[in-house]
């Protein structure tokens, strides 16, 4: 999203062949005990003159100097260079100011302004801004550096903590930790029924004597407590608590834990028991053990350390079908045994047994099949008195809770809400704006707030704007946090943050398929290193690179889902190209894959590993045959692509095409974070934010994308049509160095003369039909000579030979155009701007861009419109397969490691053709 020029003169004058303008300067310069006083200062001596507010001429010719504005290649916070202006001192502006006002750390803004003879104060354009670090001089000038302004805006947070003004009964190791904040759901209880590991909020202790604690004062809502005992590893309930408003009290020490089997008996001949002790009990998560005729299905139930006094013991078992017998031991004493029964059974044992010892290691229970049974689940729930509850300490306690709430009462100045008022948040673009607003956060007013950037990258985040899953954010700041963590957040979600034009945060997504909002083009707005050079030898001011191999990231171990009692993360999600074996094989329609050069039980190959085939897609290992020599079986939820010509392929767990391409091709691994060596090794990259399987997904496909090949970058000169591109806009760019595959496709041609407002646009015979008509999400661009046009829709029968466009799209004009001009198809290669600079010397703007990947995958579609039915590869035209996919490998890639050479442009929302 571009700056919003719409209420400045800017509008009209950036696109001119020639205008007048001026670069000013403020600083809000400020005196101990009075009013501030803005100075103002021109590149000649200005007045506005709507508001006949007067800018001096005591800026130096040359005298001012921008930085460059830089975002991160991957996300996070950008980088914003310093930047310096020189005042005339003959008259000792020096001494003047530095006696008259103490400058240090006041602001500065630099502004831009077209000159029309009518320009308002809105017109001015804030191009930087920062404040004064020092003001060195001499005789002649006097000289600002000026730094970015925006740390001003960072402290560490959150900022309430527990004190004894607040909390006067606050516990010694409580006072001066802050209180939880809370965001998303933590609220997947120890033994729910579904297998999950627990996932909870830690609280904190805020009043010894009535046992209160907190997980949060701002959280949407709170449930069951529990307690961690580290020692044991294990949580338990606390059977009476009482919430009261943000925070509960501990009634008593009652508590309940839940014991699982952890090994079978000798005597067991079930092979499947551990579904018994898996916590899938409920539902459609629910797992069983069956138990044929004589079977037996025997386990041992875990121990724990004893840590108070048994009240209770309670042995169930859960049956889904059929009958049983069962006993239930202790050592080798029979506790409770019962005969043909069905159905759950729940066991009261006698508690007197566990008086002295807590031997729950030595309890056992056995279980008969009389006939066909089922067994979901077997435990002990050991209900007891916690031994620590009556010491004056502060308990390891957590809380079932779903965090922050959209208040308007939980912001600076009690202002708007971010999405529903008293709804959690969990997009993480609304958790952003949260900590940007919340008053136990950073506090900013929502004047500070980009509010429609946030929106617009909100809606990025979702199923709705895109992507395969919403994205999602749970977790807890127990700490305080600084501005790293601001970086490592908006990395973490695929976002820019950083100060835009008027001084406001502003967050963009950092996405392939977002719509271009400007266009350059060689020959047409893109400056000369040698204007007075006669036109065969102008030299273009372009430079081209590439994304250092240093930058890759093309191996992802994302370990997320922080269990913040043991501090250990419990999920994996990776992105690999490491292999364990190679070679060349056919695949079958059944999805039969076979290397008669292959020994597949000897070379690693195992059930669920990956199979990558180039110039195809990835396939899961589901069986390997018999023999475990040559062939295996692979599924796909795509379906299976044959492959009756031996092809080459890799094997290995998790496995992605664009990884292995990375690595081979780059001759390096580069990993997120440490490297993981094995599944076991403590290595990795680690996320605190992050729990949600589909989100983890998300984001390590999003470093698949976008960090696994290096792109192209440009860095290129352009005049002030460019004064409304900021960080993170996408642009189209075209010059003839590129590679062809990044160029626009010539796909038409103009079939008569257009004038600057027509919207029916006709070209030669058929050729409509080479374009996308969309009704919503991407739509196709195309450039006629230096305007863009986007497609809204085209002729499927007939000569189909019209297109129906809107004008003058991603900063272009509209003009007229001569028949049998080409028409160039757009979508291939976007750009995303990630650094500008203003050249005041040169009145130029300079722009650092790099390549997004394709916008969209191919996939190898058949014609499906009414005017091609039937149509099949034999009776196709080259047009038709091209367009179709059928001229391409089944990945549509005509080239394996280059993601650009998908010269067919289909894939999953082509749409009609």
Known sequence: MPKDLSATNAATYKDASSYQLLYLIEVDADVPGAATTTLRYGTREYTIPSTSTTYDDKLRDGGLSLGWHQARIGGGLAEVSGFSYVLANEAQESVTLSDTYFLENDAVRV???????????????????????????????????????????????????????????????????????????????PFAGAGLPPFLAPTQNIDIFLRKYTSGTINDSYSTAYQYYSNARRFATLLDTTQTGTYFTVNDATRKMVLSPVMPKTTNDVSDWYLTADGKYSGGDATSATIALNSDLDVYIGGCPKVGTVTAVVAKILSGSGSFNYDVLLGAVSLASATGVSGDQTVTLAASNWDTDWDFERVSVEIDGTGAATITEIYLEVSYDDQQTAEAQSLPLFQATVGFEDLTTNYNGDSAVISSSGTALRNPVDILQAVFRAKNLLNLPIADINVSSFTTARANRTIAGGNVADWYFDFVLGQPVNIEFLNEFAFQAGLHLFKDFQGTWKVVSQDKDRTPTQSFWSEHNIALRNPDAIPEEWEYDVDFARTPIRDLINEVALRYKLDRATGEYTKLAVASGRYRTTGTGTLTAAGLFTDTAANFSTNGAVVNDTLYIEGDKAYTVSAIAPSGVTTLTVTSSTGINVHAVATTYYIGPNLTGEMIRSQLRYKTVNPLGQELKDYTDIGGYTSDLIADDATATAFVDHLVTLRSQRRLQVEFGTWLNAVDVELGDTIWFDHPWLPVTRRPVQYATLGAALNDSATSVTVQDREATLFRQISSGEKDFIRVNYEVMRVETIVLSGSANTITVTRAQCGTQAAAHDDDTPVFHLNRVRWEVVGTQYDTDNVQIRIQAQETPPAYAPEGRSVSSTDYSGVTFATATETQRVQAGWATPFNGLMI??????NFSNVGPNRGVY
């Open 111 to 189: 502004y831009l302004i077209f000159i029309s003879g009518s320009e308002a104060a809105a017109d001015k354009i804030e191009i930087a801004r920062g404040v004064i670090e020092n003001y060195p001089f001499s005789m002649r000038d006097f000289t600002f550096d000026v730094i970015d302004g925006s740390d001003k805006d960072f402290k560490e947070f959150p900022t309430r903590d527990v004190n004894l003004i607040e909390y006067p009964y606050a516990p010694i190791d409580s006072l001066g930790k802050i209180l939880p904040v809370a965001f998303g759901n933590l609220n997947t209880a």
């Open 896 to 901: 394996e490691d280059d993601e650009f050479s």
